[in-house]
């Protein structure tokens, strides 16, 4: 039987850390009355649970999402009732990416920052005007753990390089790219978080920073 799907929203607070953000339930139904799918939404990125059934309400699959929108687990049930699939998705990325990271060639500049381009030319010194831009960024640590990403939220950020208060090396390491450029920065812990480290940032960390330059 032909089914189709019945939307309905309803807003809530949930709060992440000590800031208060807003979210968007959805639930969809099948004709019969039974789910399809419910989930949330906060600031345009998945959160928390999101399930998925069956049109007989037996679960398909479940996806969880930790409060900065990645994929954290998986699993999936076919129409008998048996788990097919059972993962951490995002692990196998953190892989991927600590493999990727170890296998760029890096290109030394002034502070011991490391440089590499997808796209556009590696310069030796800095660019230093104009010093306003617009990007997209993700922060990583060596292993590939994603710190944070522009990408993900879709939010491309602005800033001014004499002015921005943005860590050293990432601010001074932005001064090495021009409008249409694609790369990555490798930042040592002194130009970073030091010995102090941060709640995601352990101590002495070296950070790798994807950037795409939107405007300079």
């Given at each position: 039987?032909?089914?189709?799907?019945?939307?309905?929203?309803?807003?809530?607070?949930?709060?992440?850390q000590?800031?208060?953000?807003?979210a968007?339930?959805t639930?969809?139904?099948?004709?019969?009355?039974?789910?399809?799918?419910?989930?949330?939404?906060?600031?345009?990125?998945?959160?928390?649970?999101?399930?998925?059934?069956?049109?007989?309400?037996?679960?398909?699959?479940?996806?969880?999402?930790?409060?900065?929108?990645?994929?954290?687990?998986?699993?999936?049930?076919?129409?008998?009732?048996?788990?097919?699939?059972?993962?951490?998705?995002?692990?196998?990325?953190?892989?991927?990416?600590?493999?990727?990271?170890?296998?760029?060639?890096?290109?030394?500049?002034?502070?011991?920052?490391?440089?590499?381009?997808?796209?556009?030319?590696?310069?030796?010194?800095?660019?230093?005007?104009?010093?306003?831009?617009?990007?997209?960024?993700?922060?990583?640590?060596?292993?590939?753990?994603?710190?944070?990403?522009?990408?993900?939220?879709?939010?491309?950020?602005?800033?001014?390089?004499?002015?921005?208060?943005?860590?050293d090396?990432?601010?001074?390491?932005?001064?090495?790219?021009?409008?249409?450029?694609?790369?990555?920065?490798?930042v040592?812990?002194?130009?970073?978080?030091?010995?102090?480290g941060?709640?995601?940032?352990?101590?002495?960390?070296?950070?790798?920073?994807?950037?795409?330059?939107?405007?300079?």
């Amino acid at each position: 039987m032909k089914s189709f799907l019945f939307t309905f929203s309803v807003c809530l607070f949930l709060a992440f850390q000590t800031a208060s953000v807003f979210a968007q339930k959805t639930v969809e139904k099948y004709e019969n009355g039974e789910k399809k799918y419910q989930g949330r939404m906060a600031d345009g990125i998945k959160i928390g649970k999101h399930s998925f059934w069956y049109e007989d309400g037996s679960k398909k699959r479940e996806e969880k999402y930790n409060d900065r929108g990645i994929l954290i687990q998986l699993k999936e049930w076919d129409e008998a009732g048996n788990i097919v699939t059972d993962e951490n998705p995002e692990e196998k990325f953190e892989k991927i990416r600590e493999d990727q990271f170890n296998s760029i060639t890096w290109i030394e500049v002034k502070y011991n920052l490391g440089l590499s381009k997808v796209k556009g030319e590696i310069h030796t010194e800095p660019i230093l005007e104009p010093s306003d831009m617009v990007l997209h960024y993700a922060t990583y640590l060596e292993n590939g753990k994603e710190i944070d990403s522009s990408f993900r939220t879709k939010k491309p950020i602005g800033i001014n390089l004499k002015k921005s208060d943005l860590i050293d090396g990432f601010q001074e390491g932005l001064k090495y790219f021009e409008e249409g450029d694609n790369g990555f920065i490798k930042v040592p812990a002194r130009m970073a978080y030091g010995s102090e480290g941060t709640r995601e940032v352990p101590p002495n960390s070296t950070l790798i920073f994807q950037v795409y330059i939107l405007k300079r």
